[in-house]
Nanobody, 124 residues
Framework: QVQLVESGGGLVQAGDSLRLSCAAS????????MGWFRQAPGKEREFVAG????????IHADSVKGRFTISRDNAKNTVYLQMNSLKPEDTAVYYC?????????????????WGQGTQVTVSS
């Protein structure tokens, strides 16, 4: 069993930055790909970014490419999402997810464990 706890969300203005953190329990963190997803009100959950294990490969959704960066610190069992130049359309609940395999993936069905989510609200 893996537990994930996100933090770092909040209310910001357009153009601001936030860094989300996701702390994972368990000794398997460094051998698992990790992902960030988000769900806006009335919309389906969507992929934001993913990182392989132990961290050589990252992928980002086109909507956030160049603004968001996923990274991980295996010594701290933590994955991060640095979000710059935030836009109102980035408003959503952000979830981190544990894949269990080493390869980075976009499809949420490939992720086994999920955090409870953290709210990010961007005002215009």
């Amino acid at each position: 069993q893996v537990q994930l706890v996100e933090s770092g969300g909040g209310l910001v203005q357009a153009g601001d930055s936030l860094r989300l953190s996701c702390a994972a329990s368990g000794r398997t963190f460094s051998s698992s790909a990790m992902g960030w997803f988000r769900q806006a009100p009335g919309k389906e959950r969507e992929f934001v970014a993913g990182i392989s294990a132990p961290g050589g490969t990252t992928i980002h959704a086109d909507s956030v490419k160049g603004r968001f960066t996923i990274s991980r610190d295996n010594a701290k069992n933590t994955v991060y999402l640095q979000m710059n130049s935030l836009k109102p359309e980035d408003t959503a609940v952000y979830y981190c997810a544990f894949n269990g395999g080493r390869l980075v993936a976009r499809h949420q069905d490939l992720y086994k464990y999920w955090g409870q989510g953290t709210q990010v609200t961007v005002s215009s």
